[in-house]
Nanobody, 127 residues
Framework: QVQLVESGGGLVQAGGSLRLSCAASGRTFSSYTMAWFRQAPGKEREFVAAISRTGITTYYADSVKGRFTISRDNVKNMVYLQMNSLKPEDTADYYC????????????????????WGQGTQVTVSS
């Protein structure tokens, strides 16, 4: 069992930065691929970024590539999403997820197939 708690969301102007954090419980954190997803009002949940169990391999949605960076700390049981050059279209609820699938699979599979989810944190980017 893994419990995930996101933090770090807020209101930021376009061009600004935010760093999201996800704290995970459980001693098996390093066994899971970790990922970030987002859901804007009226839209489906979409993949943002994923990181492999070791943290060596990362995947990004094309819409955030070059602006967002996912990282993890397997000692602290934390995963992060550094978001730079934010745009109004990045406005959404951001969710942390854990999966037993590999990162390349998580980047492509139906989001509902992730094993665990956090409650989400809201990010609003003003123009």
């Amino acid at each position: 069992q893994v419990q995930l708690v996101e933090s770090g969301g807020g209101l930021v102007q376009a061009g600004g930065s935010l760093r999201l954090s996800c704290a995970a419980s459980g001693r098996t954190f390093s066994s899971y691929t970790m990922a970030w997803f987002r859901q804007a009002p009226g839209k489906e949940r979409e993949f943002v970024a994923a990181i492999s169990r070791t943290g060596i391999t990362t995947y990004y949605a094309d819409s955030v590539k070059g602006r967002f960076t996912i990282s993890r700390d397997n000692v602290k049981n934390m995963v992060y999403l550094q978001m730079n050059s934010l745009k109004p279209e990045d406005t959404a609820d951001y969710y942390c997820a854990a999966s037993m699938q590999g990162a390349v699979v998580v980047a492509r599979m139906d989001p509902s197939k992730n094993d665990y989810w956090g409650q989400g944190t809201q990010v609003t980017v003003s123009s």
